[in-house]
């Protein structure tokens, strides 16, 4: 009698649908930077670079948007959210759209001295 060889499954195409999937995967997916909610257009400046933490506080403001820590907000909840801040030696960093009124920077920056957070790096795009 003949002895029957055990038949073993083929993995070659499982492997081969893991790495199109694999791919698939990484190709469609977004890598986050940063936690920015507004497109905004910095000016430019020579000032000395510093590096930036993601645990830091950033506010962004726009000519008619505001955010706080990636999230829009509005004047009186960036209020809230400035109150919650324990620590006033931690940094606040401030992204200010170029084209924004003086109006609107005076009170982000009324709200900060308000509840003594004094620590700003305000961000600027590289001159060149």
């Not at 190709?27 to 510093?50: G, I, Q, R």
């Not at 999230?71 to 959210?81: G, H, P």
Request: glycine fraction near 2%; aromatic fraction near 6%.
């Amino acid at each position: 009698m003949k002895r029957r060889e055990q038949l073993g499954i083929d993995l070659t195409p499982v492997i081969d649908v893991v790495f199109i999937l694999l791919i698939f995967f990484i190709v469609t997916s977004v890598f986050k930077k940063e936690e920015l909610a507004l497109m905004l257009d910095l000016p430019e400046a020579n000032a000395k670079e510093t590096q930036i933490k993601n645990d830091q506080i950033f506010i962004e403001l726009s000519q008619d948007k505001l955010a706080i820590k990636g999230i829009e907000v509005s004047f009186i909840s960036l209020e809230d959210n400035i109150k919650q801040i324990k620590d006033n030696k931690e940094p606040v960093i401030v992204r200010i759209d170029k084209n924004t009124t003086y109006d609107r920077v005076t009170k982000v920056l009324d709200l900060l001295q308000k509840y003594n957070l004094n620590n700003l790096a305000l961000v600027t795009n590289k001159a060149e």
